[in-house]
């Protein structure tokens, strides 16, 4: 017979070449052999194949798509596989494996769009710097531990402030000027907000203080001490309506704090 054609291993025949075949075919049988095995393993290269026929098998995957027992995972014509099917999800080493029980729509709470920065439905999260902003979200029953607020150092008065609680919910003044300090408003302005003001007279003395729209005991506005220099009054503010219109209280925290 003439020398066969094949471009894989599958086209081979086992068969060939045939007992009577002449001696002088034999050496394209030998390259058509070698032919076919470079054109079917194209990219082994220099390198030896260790993998065993068991390693080999694992890649024998039963239907693309769902996991088998032993076998590589291969993932379905859409990029997915089914797990579930044939065993849950677990994670960790051989033998101590921890079942992985949340649902997917569980673990997408971690899919979350900025770090610190809290999401409806989502995981809260810190940024790298310790931070979480909850944008006016609501805590129901915290147990909160060796507690703080943010005192905001806000340098001069000069004669006029305008307070934003974002900054901060302690603030610290040099009394530089007979300043009026307008209170805090506004769409973002919770009820139940509360303000800490500690007021220093600077190396003058004698300067006073102003407040719009604040509710005093009595009606009657503090006087603030006007010693130079160690004059120092502490007064805090809350408000239980907030919003565009809030009513401001003020209680004198303490006076003359020298």
């Not at 009595?218 to 565009?244: E, K, Q």
Request: with cysteine; charged share 10%; aromatic share 6%.
């Amino acid at each position: 017979m003439g020398v066969e054609t094949a471009t894989y291993i599958s086209q081979l025949s086992a068969t060939n070449p045939l007992g009577t075949d002449p001696i002088s075919e034999g050496d394209n049988q030998i390259r058509l052999v070698k032919d076919v095995l470079q054109k079917q393993f194209t990219t082994l290269g220099a390198a030896a194949v260790t993998t065993t026929a068991g390693e080999l098998n694992v890649l024998d995957a039963v239907t693309a798509g769902t996991a088998a027992a032993s076998k590589a995972v291969v993932l379905d014509a859409n990029a997915a596989v089914d797990a579930v099917k044939t065993a849950a999800l677990h994670i960790g080493t051989s033998g101590s494996e921890t079942a992985v029980t949340a649902t997917g729509a569980e673990l997408n709470y971690n899919d979350i769009t900025t770090l610190g920065t809290a999401e409806a439905s989502k995981t809260v999260t810190a940024t790298a710097g310790s931070v979480i902003t909850l944008t006016d979200f609501v805590t129901t029953r915290p147990v909160i531990k060796d507690y703080a607020e943010t005192v905001v150092a806000g340098g001069n008065t000069g004669t006029a402030q305008t307070l934003d609680e974002t900054n901060g919910n302690v603030v610290t003044f040099t009394m530089t000027g007979n300043c009026t300090f307008t209170m805090p408003s506004g769409s973002g302005l919770q009820p139940g907000t509360s303000m800490t003001l500690i007021l220093t007279q600077d190396g003058t003395g004698s300067r006073t203080g102003a407040f719009t729209s604040v509710k005093w005991a009595g009606g009657t506005a503090p006087t603030l001490t006007t010693t130079a220099t160690t004059g120092v009054d502490i007064i805090t503010f809350y408000t239980f309506n907030g919003g565009a219109s809030p009513v401001w209280y003020g209680f004198v925290a303490g006076a003359d704090m020298s």
